[in-house]
């Protein structure tokens, strides 16, 4: 079973700008959440998509938004980019739906380095 | 606020020497708490899940303990090896159904094992 890919894995954009990062999910996963991660902030949960619709979101602006597919890919778009938005953005699938001992777990992906300039 | 912290934030090591990891939790109502490995640059990999009723979990020479009732975890790895060094991280989930962030994630470990 293919693992999560996303892509691009790095990408350099400069203030101002806007980018879209996609995520592909484990097949049969329905969940996709996002995070981003920093040396000084560590990883911090953006928003989780299930069955295309958000299902909980973290504390980020409104520059920070997402979507999910009928084939559960997402795409997560930040607008008018900031120096403090370079990060690793990860994304993580799961069945979305936890089983009796609690435990649905995510599978995360590589990865995608942005820097912002 | 639901909060997870560990310690150290990091650590060095001889190989083929053990070492634990803690990581200390607030976060209720709680679900389950896992701890990951990430190596530099690549997404975190699961090592073990464990909800409240469990206190012990192994997998391979990582064994991970939980005390629900101190809300205390740790992370023992036994005879390191080059391999394990890597940032390890301890994520505690909220029961499903509460509101809010499902998942807290802690600063990480940073493990170097030197040869």
């Known amino acids: 079973k293919a693992g999560v890919t996303q892509t691009p894995r790095y990408l350099i954009k400069t203030r101002g700008q806007q980018v879209t990062l996609s995520c592909s999910p484990i097949s049969g996963h329905r969940s996709v959440s996002w995070y981003q991660q920093t040396p000084g902030q560590g990883l911090q949960f953006l928003f989780e998509?299930?069955?295309?619709?958000?299902?909980n979101k973290g504390n980020f602006p409104g520059r920070f938004s997402g979507r999910q597919f009928s084939n559960s890919r997402s795409e997560m778009n930040v607008s008018t980019l900031e120096l403090g938005d370079s990060a690793l953005y990860l994304c993580a699938s799961s069945t979305g739906t936890s089983g009796p001992r609690g435990n649905n777990e995510q599978f995360f992906g590589p990865g995608t380095r942005l820097t912002v300039l | 606020k639901n909060q997870v912290e560990q310690s150290p934030q990091s650590l060095i090591i001889l190989e083929g020497k053990n070492c634990t990891l803690q990581c200390n939790y607030t976060v209720s109502p709680f679900s389950n708490l896992r701890w990951y490995k990430q190596d530099t640059g690549r997404g975190p990999v699961s090592l073990t899940i464990?909800?409240?009723?469990?206190n012990t979990k192994s997998n391979g020479r990582y064994t991970a303990t939980l005390d629900a009732d101190t809300k205390q975890s740790s992370l023992h790895i036994t005879a390191s090896q080059l391999s394990d060094s890597a940032s390890y991280i301890c994520?505690?989930?909220?029961?499903?159904?509460?509101?809010?962030?499902?998942?807290?994630f802690g600063g990480g470990t940073r493990v170097l094992v030197k040869p």
């Open positions: 994520v505690v989930s909220l029961l499903e159904g509460a509101a809010g962030n499902k998942l807290t």
């Open positions: 998509y299930f069955s295309e619709t958000q299902r």
């Open positions: 464990m909800t409240f009723s469990e």
